[in-house]
């Protein structure tokens, strides 16, 4: 069996040990075999938007004998989903924008009762922005390291509650509640980032460029507080 990547190892650290999973943009079926080898949930539901993705899943996922404990099945995000079919949904390696799609195209995942584990790849500000207007919580935020880069997860609920944030919590998240130096580094590499694009706009757009200066700030200022 194909050793799993740091990064979709962190994936299934942060699932819970529930029934079932589901697995959304699953291409390889790496995860979902994963979780059934080490018995961390009975069923994977895997999906891919694609045939050519999930054809692969098949081969792999006969490949690893586990062909009663993981079902494939061709869906754009969770539209081919009933609501009870599992309790912790994954979607990794997408971007933060498409992410903050599927989430919002699914109704019932504000039932409370599902986990929600998110690596958005890009656009993670965006997908924060989202969560935090339509009522979800994120529990714990990690970061990883793989192959020389740094990515984010989130691990959230729906609680509907109304909750006061910073205006530039989106930026950072609960990053700066991890005691890991990795969540450090990552928010310190996000600032570089802001810093180097409000270089890149100059004078084009002052306002935006401003609010880049800023926002390396706030990133600064957390990472040195806690
Ligand atoms: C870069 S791969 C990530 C694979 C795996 N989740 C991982 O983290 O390594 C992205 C996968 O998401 C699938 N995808 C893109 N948009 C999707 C959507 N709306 N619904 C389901 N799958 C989607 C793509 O076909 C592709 O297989």
Redesign the pocket.
């Known amino acids: 069996m194909k050793r799993l990547s740091p ?2 190892k962190e994936a299934a650290a942060l699932v819970r040990k529930v029934d079932t999973i589901a ?6 079926a ?2 979902p075999i994963y979780l059934i080898a080490h018995n961390i949930c009975r069923r994977v539901i895997a ?4 045939t050519g ?1 999930l054809e692969n899943a098949r081969a792999n996922v006969e490949a690893a004998g586990f062909g009663d404990r993981i079902e494939l099945r061709l ?3 969770l539209t081919g989903y009933r609501a009870d079919e599992a309790q912790d949904i994954v979607i ?3 971007g933060g924008i ?1 992410i903050a799609e ?1 989430l919002d195209k699914t109704p019932w995942l504000k039932r409370g009762d599902k986990h929600l584990v998110l ?1 958005p790849m890009t656009h993670a500000e965006v997908l924060r922005a989202y969560l935090m207007a339509n009522g979800y919580r994120i529990l714990r935020e990690s970061v990883c390291e793989d192959d020389g880069k740094l990515y984010c997860f989130m691990s959230c609920i729906h609680t509907n509650e109304t909750q006061r944030f910073d205006e530039f919590y989106e930026y950072y998240g609960e990053l700066p509640h991890s005691s890991d130096r990795l969540a450090a580094l990552y928010l310190r590499r996000l600032a570089e980032r802001c810093l180097r694009e409000a270089a890149a706009i100059g004078a084009t757009d002052q306002k935006r460029a401003d609010r880049l200066r800023q926002v390396a700030k706030k990133l600064h200022q957390v990472t040195t507080e806690h």
């Open positions: 990064r979709l697995d959304i943009g699953t291409d390889h790496y995860l999906s891919d938007l694609r993705p869906s754009d995000g990794t390696g997408m498409l599927i690596q």
